[in-house]
């Protein structure tokens, strides 16, 4: 497999700066990887948070066992429909999508150098 293909799919499909870490670019690496999980952190905890309000709520007996009841605690809670979190899950995909982008633009400038400079 090809150097170019292989850090693609380690920054798309494992996690966000593999890639670079493959390229040996640390510096870029350790960026990607602590803005990307620094971020999804913060996304898992509050979801957490929000969510264990509710069950809470269940548990005292303030909203029944019916998923309808369920979901709209959810939804006034803020776990669902919340624009701060669908924001922060669109600023991920971007890391993503970047750190993805970024590895093979990198990658394809060090395969372009090694041929050049064999030729």
Not at 65 to 77: F, G, T, Y
């Amino acid at each position: 497999m090809k150097q170019t293909t292989k850090v693609i799919l380690l920054s798309l499909l494992v996690f966000p700066g593999i890639g670079h870490l493959v390229l040996k670019k640390y510096a870029i690496a350790i960026g990607f990887i602590a803005s990307f999980a620094y971020l999804l952190l913060g996304l898992v905890k509050d979801i957490h948070d929000k969510t264990q309000q509710v069950i809470e709520s269940m548990i005292r007996g303030e909203i029944p066992m019916q998923v309808s009841a369920i979901r709209q605690a959810l939804i006034d809670h803020g776990a669902l429909d919340n624009p701060n979190l669908t924001t922060i899950g669109y600023i991920l995909l971007i890391i993503w999508v970047l750190a993805a982008f970024d590895a093979y633009r990198i990658s394809n400038n060090s395969s372009n150098n090694i041929t050049e400079q064999s030729s």
